[in-house]
């Protein structure tokens, strides 16, 4: 199982304004009675993007000018709450690469990385300038460098932050825990024999 590393994810953006977006927004609870993530995608941010007839409010998810985004601009503590993957995953899912905020909770901060989905760090003027720009010039490519710690689009380039174990995570391709274990096999099963209350280890 192969696991690309996330040096560089650029794309164009998707600006999502306001803060303490919580993972009920983001998925609510009512469509995680799904066996997998399959299709999970098809209900992201559904109550901020549909009345209850089923009609379209206004959502940056629903505006065409933003469909070819995969660049999130998010602002403060987004995806707080629940600890639920599904928030990250009908991201995913929805082709966004990459997110940019001033802060995020710290499970969904996890499991995004979790996913190879770099979530960065920048400040609350940056974000704001950044979600206007977005807002003026969807097309606009935007930039996330890992590895210089930088946001670049445009003329314009952001230092942003990252906790440092995510960020080695995701530039050395270490990110996947199960692709971890699979590429670590050999080594478990030594350990695994090696562990008194595990002698009988032999598969």
Known sequence: MAVTERKIVDGKGVPVIGNEID???IIPARFMKCVTFE???????????F????????HAFNEPKYKSGSILIVNNNFGCGSSREHAPQALMRFCMRGIIGQSFAEIFHGNCTSLGIPAVIATAQQIETLQS?????????????????TVTYGD???DIEIPEAMR????NAQWDSTSQLI???TAIKAKAKSIPYLNNFTS
Do not use: C, M
Not at 51 to 58: C, L, M, R, T
């Open 23 to 25: 993972t009920d927004a």
């Open 39 to 49: 299709g999970i995608e098809k209900y992201v941010f559904f109550d901020e993007r």
């Open 51 to 58: 009345d209850d007839a089923g009609n379209e409010k206004v």
């Open 133 to 149: 720009v977005v807002a003026s010039t969807p097309d606009i490519e935007i930039r996330i460098d890992l590895e210089s710690k």
């Open 156 to 158: 314009t380039e952001i």
């Open 168 to 171: 080695q995570a995701l530039v």
């Open 183 to 185: 590429v670590n096999e």
